[in-house]
């Protein structure tokens, strides 16, 4: 049952309608026009209020059409001759289920750009900013001679003369890297260990061995060490990689700042080529260079090294020298014999 004003239900209404009591009062009174769309409004009935106010308004309704005390002030009906207002239709809020709506013009456009953007951005990230922390990650795409993938890093450590391992920085500083807190590049062992290196082995050159596996090491390795430990050891560089090898090392085209932080890159491997302590890689499969162009730049500096008997050509006119190919399948072939000389004298004993 609708409820007229009281004073024990006049905050009440004021509170619902958003306005005062002596407005709420005065529009009882004498309601103006200009709120007649408000007061025309079916109101349900108050729930605070009490129920002696209820039972008041129930035993004594108001039924006279023409008085100014009409719903929602009194249980009557509002006047005939008050304003009414016509239906608002509101539109859906969601779009609609039909496919079609999608596929009309200004619809289709915004879906194409959302589209290509997504498709671009996957894209620039696969190439750039995406991290691989070791040379399986690489996925099989990456190893292509004619458009090799390019890996920019920090080099870690050096542990051979044709050898380092890359921890990977995509994007370098602009990315973040060395100056963000989350992007900090380690320095400790079990900080590397956990976020993984990648095994890079400079291409188209070949470094005289150390001595590992119980193979005694060939004259020029250390020297060739120390060179690219104070070349590489904690500097950025950038590989061009081509292939990955049997070891699971990437082989690739390095490129180093010059000493004292110059812009000129230069290629390692040329240079360690014009120094005389490396031979260009003389297998009779899985040489790579990066082109023909490459090669023969590598052939060239490795003529003009032995010409001025640069670091290992030094003794190359003497007897007994071998180049680090030769010295490897010596060394193997020893080391096969010596295996098969065991396992006969332990079947004779």
């Not at 249980?75 to 005939?80: A, E, F, T």
Request: aromatic share 12%; charged share 25%.
């Amino acid at each position: 049952m609708l409820q007229p004003i009281t004073s024990k239900n006049i905050y009440a209404i004021s509170f619902s309608l958003r306005i005062s009591p002596q407005r709420l009062s005065r529009l009882h009174t004498n309601p103006s026009p200009g709120a007649a769309r408000t007061l025309n409004m079916r109101w349900p009935p108050w729930p605070f209020s009490s129920s002696s106010s209820s039972g008041a308004s129930e035993s004594s309704p108001s039924k006279d059409s023409t008085s100014s005390s009409w719903w929602p002030f009194s249980p009557s009906d509002p006047p005939k001759d008050s304003p009414s207002f016509p239906p608002t239709s509101w539109p859906s809020p969601s779009p609609p289920h039909d496919l079609s709506y999608w596929f009309t013009g200004p619809n289709l456009f915004g879906l194409t750009v959302i589209t290509t953007s997504l498709l671009l951005t996957r894209k620039l990230y696969t190439l750039y900013l995406r991290r691989y922390a070791l040379a399986t990650s690489l996925p099989p795409t990456a190893y292509k001679p004619s458009k090799p993938h390019t890996l920019f890093g920090t080099v870690t450590s050096v542990g051979d003369g044709d050898g380092f391992r890359l921890f990977h920085t995509p994007g370098g500083k602009l990315a973040g890297w060395g100056w963000l807190p989350w992007r900090k590049i380690p320095l400790d062992r079990k900080g590397i260990r956990a976020h993984g290196t990648i095994s890079v082995r400079l291409a188209g050159i070949d470094a005289p061995e150390r001595s590992h596996f119980g193979k005694p090491k060939q004259e020029g390795a250390d020297e060739a060490l120390a060179w690219l430990k104070k070349r590489l050891d904690g500097r950025k560089v950038r590989c061009w990689v081509y292939k990955k090898d049997q070891y699971d090392r990437l082989v690739a085209s390095v490129r180093c700042a010059g000493f004292g932080g110059g812009w000129w890159a230069r290629d390692v491997g040329l240079m360690m080529l014009n120094r005389g302590l490396a031979t260009v890689y003389e297998a009779k499969s899985g040489g790579v260079f990066g082109g023909r162009e490459m090669e023969i730049r590598y052939r060239r500096a490795e003529g003009w090294a032995r010409a001025w008997r640069r670091g290992i050509w030094r003794g190359s006119m003497g007897d007994g020298w071998e180049s680090p190919r030769a010295f490897k399948e010596r060394t193997a072939a020893a080391g096969k014999g010596g295996k098969e000389g065991k396992e006969e004298h332990g079947g004779k004993s």
